[in-house]
């Protein structure tokens, strides 16, 4: 089983999110479970407080030490161990990508510290030993939904997570390139119809020109894959050589 451990002031945005969809069957079908844990449950502050003021100054207020520590123990004390990989929602981090989520994918045990205010005191993300990981660089409010994001690309790669093992291989990124674009019925829909080559029954041909589309999306929405594609994928772009003609002998 998945299992998913997301330290959190606002449990509630992350257990509404995951109850929904495939996230919500796959944690019904046991494939996956996900707890979140509210930080402010154990802090030792009379008022109920988890953040301060900035030693030196500065605008905001930061997410103290101690009930980041102590929620985090108890994470490790109800699940025996440290969790394999302990995430740190931040700019400053490695940007989530396909290629991690497969990484991840193969991991039993992640935990997610999701900050909040202006940051997080810095030794608790030393006792924690996190890692730091974007998904884009730009700011939110705070690490909730960069964690929502990574807890669904993560999990549709889960083994019985998908319908259909094998609808995640071919689809965007998953080869570096863009997915090609798809169609269903109707056959016709305002003079728009679906292209013929998808109802040819040749499957071949079909498989050709859903690469070929893939190319041309690729190269006209993100230059940077089509140009790493390439780099790659020497061979499949090469001059192809003319054949050269037997001379016939009388």
């Known amino acids: 089983m998945k299992n998913y451990y997301v330290m959190t002031l606002f449990p509630e945005m992350i257990e509404n999110v995951v109850r929904e969809s495939i996230s919500g069957r796959a944690i019904k079908a046991g494939l996956m479970n996900v707890e979140a844990f509210n930080i402010r449950d154990y802090t030792?502050?009379?008022?109920?407080?988890?953040?301060d003021y900035p030693y030196g100054g500065g605008a905001g207020m930061l997410m103290q030490v101690?009930?980041?520590?102590?929620?985090?123990?108890?994470?490790?004390?109800?699940?025996?161990?440290?969790?394999?990989?302990?995430?740190?929602?931040?700019?400053?981090?490695?940007?989530?990508?396909?290629?991690?989520?497969?990484?991840?994918?193969a991991e039993e045990d992640i935990l997610f510290l999701c900050g909040h205010y202006e940051g997080i005191d810095e030794r608790a993300l030393e006792i924690l030993d996190v890692e730091h990981v974007s998904i884009?660089?730009?700011?939110?409010?705070?690490?909730?939904?960069?964690?929502?994001?990574?807890?669904?690309?993560?999990?549709?790669?889960?083994?019985g997570v998908l319908n259909k093992d094998a609808s995640h291989e071919i689809e965007s990124f998953s080869d570096g390139l863009l997915e090609y674009p798809q169609y269903t019925r109707p056959e016709v829909y305002e003079d728009r119809?679906?292209?013929?080559?998808?109802?040819?029954?040749?499957?071949?041909?079909?498989?050709?020109?859903?690469?070929?589309?893939?190319?041309?999306?690729?190269?006209?929405?993100r230059p940077?894959?089509?140009?790493?594609?390439?780099?790659?994928?020497?061979?499949?772009?090469?001059?192809?050589?003319?054949k050269r003609r037997r001379k016939r002998t009388e």
Request: aromatic residues 6%; contains cysteine.
């Open 44 to 51: 030792k502050d009379a008022h109920n407080h988890v953040d």
């Open 66 to 105: 101690q009930p980041i520590v102590d929620c985090y123990q108890h994470i490790v004390d109800q699940i025996g161990h440290r969790p394999a990989r302990v995430l740190f929602m931040s700019p400053q981090g490695r940007t989530f990508d396909q290629r991690m989520a497969e990484e991840l994918a």
């Open 136 to 159: 884009g660089d730009y700011i939110l409010t705070g690490g909730e939904l960069p964690a929502l994001s990574m807890i669904d690309s993560i999990s549709r790669l889960v083994h």
């Open 193 to 221: 119809r679906v292209p013929a080559i998808l109802l040819s029954g040749d499957h071949k041909k079909v498989d050709e020109w859903r690469h070929q589309m893939s190319l041309e999306r690729t190269k006209e929405r």
């Open 224 to 242: 940077d894959l089509y140009e790493a594609y390439v780099a790659s994928h020497a061979k499949e772009f090469a001059p192809k050589k003319p």
